[in-house]
């Protein structure tokens, strides 16, 4: 069985995905090993990488995610990045199912922030920020707004003109939704509920000093040590929680530059999501003054969160 990328998206609505990605991590039987990068020579051409993420539960399932970057690609007009997933059995090793993996990608990262919301922003959250315009964003807000009673909606991009054309595809969907220019950043940031940030920022583009008492605060972007998306008074200011600890601690900027400079250590890691899954930890609930108490979810991805969309879209399909 293949699925392409319509398929993907119409067999993980956000309910059932964001259920799915709960009960893999509440789950202390699957293996996840840690991606495995793989520089690839391009004769001519630059480096291309290969990235490989893995994750199996015995006698069950085992599925492998395979990334190819090929920057060499924008001069054909090509997508610099494909992706694609094998689902196969756990007892016999048979492929199962081909999935298309861009759009995967995209719905179990949106759920997944989506899944923190629910332990870490306050319920009755209804003022969402998108920072970025793009693929993510425009997976971010519906799954935000499938778990809180979201009613109003700025969207914030360094490209205004992108900005722009989401709020219109927003407000054609029956979404209140509202540019946010360069200069109302800060207000939107200080007015804002949950902020979400899916960027490819080096540089802060929310700093701490904006946040409110009680807003939630969600970074996608920043997958490379270089790259961060808010600043270090965030990071010292908020209770943070991770998808996962070696993840994080190995592959952002967020985390690795405030540790670098002294701002924080690593123990201002709060919890990761299997943690919470596990209810190992309450997430806002226990925290000293839940009302007013800033939270920050920060997420690299993780292949448990591949395999449970996976086999959810296998099994919406058989």
Not at 97 to 109: D, H, I, K, Y
Not at 194 to 220: N, R
């Amino acid at each position: 069985m293949q699925l392409n990328a319509e398929q993907v998206r119409n067999a993980l609505p956000w309910p059932r995905l964001i259920e799915a990605l709960s009960a893999m991590f509440a789950r202390d039987d699957v293996c996840a090993p840690i991606r495995h990068h793989h520089a690839v020579n391009v004769p001519g051409e630059p480096e291309a990488t290969l990235l490989l993420m893995p994750a199996w539960i015995e006698g069950e399932y085992l599925g492998v995610k395979q990334v190819n970057v090929f920057p060499g690609n924008n001069s054909r007009n090509l997508p610099g990045l494909s992706s694609h997933y094998l689902l196969s059995c756990g007892k016999t090793g048979q492929p199962l199912c081909l999935l298309e993996g861009n759009e995967l990608t995209a719905r179990r990262t949106a759920a997944a922030s989506a899944l923190a919301s629910m332990f870490l922003s306050r319920e009755n959250a209804n003022h969402l920020l998108m920072v970025g315009a793009g693929r993510m964003g425009r997976r971010l807000i519906p799954a935000h707004m499938s778990v809180r009673p979201i009613t109003k909606v700025h969207v914030w991009d360094r490209n205004e003109a992108a900005s722009a054309a989401l709020v219109a595809e927003l407000t054609a969907a029956e979404i209140n939704a509202k540019v946010c220019r360069d200069d109302q950043l800060q207000h939107c940031v200080g007015e804002a509920d949950i902020v979400s940030c899916a960027t490819l920022a080096t540089e802060p583009v929310i700093l701490g000093d904006w946040l409110k008492p009680g807003v939630h605060l969600d970074l996608i972007g920043s997958f490379t040590p270089t790259m961060r998306e808010t600043d270090n008074r965030a990071m010292q200011r908020c209770d943070v929680f991770v998808d996962t600890r070696a993840g994080t601690l190995s592959e952002t900027g967020d985390l690795i530059i405030p540790i670098r400079e002294g701002a924080i250590s690593a123990d201002k890691i709060v919890a990761e999501l299997s943690e919470l899954c596990r209810k190992q930890h309450a997430g806002r609930r226990a925290l000293a003054n839940p009302d007013e108490a800033m939270t920050l979810f920060k997420s690299v991805g993780d292949s448990r969160e591949d395999l449970a969309a996976a086999i959810l879209a296998h099994s919406n399909h058989t």
